[in-house]
């Protein structure tokens, strides 16, 4: 069965419910490090309040017994603890109106676009004439489930000894200089910095231009990498183009709200540079088997895992919401306005890279899941086994 999940609910309703399905049974699933991921996505510098408001967990509705997965559908819900103030103007029945107006501005609809956010798209789109019932979902919050749906992604391919790791490469217009050639012991530095980077000297530059940034009530964009250490050969496939594994994790990156761009190893670099510096040469050792010595790839050449480790980057722009409100024009009457101030960080980076890890866990164990089946995680993991047996012989 084809591993699968979806997220329903909306930023200030009663919670996020996600639903995976297609799991093995047996998965083992640790509470702590599934509530460790999601405290991952609410810490960093530059947010705002509502991330200490919210303290994340899963309730699991499903599909799970004694820690284990049933190879039934999982389900989990996570709550939103800020609904206690919008019971009423987000209630899923209809409410009377003198009960909404106890609710000040949260009571009355949203009827002013923000630039750069799904709401004038979107009530064009729906047909709606409060543009709430277009942002409570667009919003970000809804990556509490991704993420959610990541770290269980994370469980199953950690049983075949794949591992998924991030950090942010740069913030506005400061570019860390990660050391070469990253092993995943490395990544412990960006568990410990605020701003998930693993270089000191960026790490105080940064902070610095968010700070600068958050007094001119404006906000920052910028860079991510994801690594995945351990990966076969051969995830994914270049048989056809919904089986090719760049394309999907492109896919799954550019589905992350503010995500702009994705760079597949050195692509960029590369794209100035002479073929002849560019791609990985292939070596055979006793010990290693095939090998490079360089991986300008990122681990993926025609659509499949080569065996080097996966290199994705994320280009995410600016928060579109500033607390300097941007231009905008009132739904109906046309009036020229300032743009609704909701709430706002600085920059997410530090999130959206744990939001990104998610989405390659996701999709890695997705493709793993297609080559390696089984209705039982033991089917799985021997399936793989047999596997690295029969290429080691190659
Ligand atoms: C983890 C995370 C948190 C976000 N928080 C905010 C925020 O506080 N304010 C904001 O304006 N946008 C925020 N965004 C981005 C918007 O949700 C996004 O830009 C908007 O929905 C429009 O989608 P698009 O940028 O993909 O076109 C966040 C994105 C992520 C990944």
Known sequence: MELAYVTAGESHGPGLTVVVSGLPAG?????GLIRADLARRQA?????????????????????????????????????????????PMSAWPVDEAELEGYGWRGQPVTL????????????????????????????????????????????????????????????????TP?????????DR???????????????????EIEQAK?????LGGVTEVRAFGVPP?????????????????????SIQSAKGVE??????????????VHDEIFHSDDRGYHRKSDAAGGLEGGMTNGAELVIRTIWKPLPTLMRPLKSVELGSHEPRDAHVERSDVTVLPAAAVVAEAGVAWELARAAAEKFGGDAVGDFVAAHAAYLERISRA
Request: charged content about 25%; aromatic content about 4%.
């Open 190 to 208: 960006a568990e410990a910095s605020e701003v998930r980077c693993l270089d000191p000297d960026a790490e105080a530059a940064m902070i610095e």
């Open 215 to 219: 007094r001119e009530r404006d906000t």
């Open 27 to 31: 998965l083992e699933l640790d509470h």
């Open 44 to 88: 960093g510098y530059g947010r705002s309040p509502r991330q200490k408001l919210e303290q994340d967990d899963v309730e699991p509705r499903g599909g799970l017994r004694h820690g284990r997965t049933l190879g039934s559908p999982l389900a989990f819900f996570i709550q939103n603890r800020d609904h206690k103030n919008w019971t009423a």
């Open 113 to 176: 676009p923000r630039p750069g956010h799904a709401d004038l798209a979107g009530v064009l789109k729906y047909g709606h004439d409060d543009v709430r019932n277009v942002l409570e979902r667009a919003s970000a919050r809804e990556t509490a489930g991704r993420v959610a749906a990541g770290a269980v992604a994370k469980a199953l391919i950690a049983t075949i000894g794949i591992t998924v790791r991030s950090h942010v490469l740069q913030i506005g217009t400061v570019r860390a």
């Open 179 to 187: 050391p070469a050639w990253l092993q995943e012991r490395d990544f």
């Open 234 to 254: 051969g995830l994914g496939s270049h048989v056809s183009a919904a089986a090719r594994l760049d394309g999907r994790l492109a896919a799954a990156m550019l």
């Open 264 to 277: 597949i190893g050195d692509a960029i670099v590369s794209s100035t540079r002479r073929g002849s510096r």
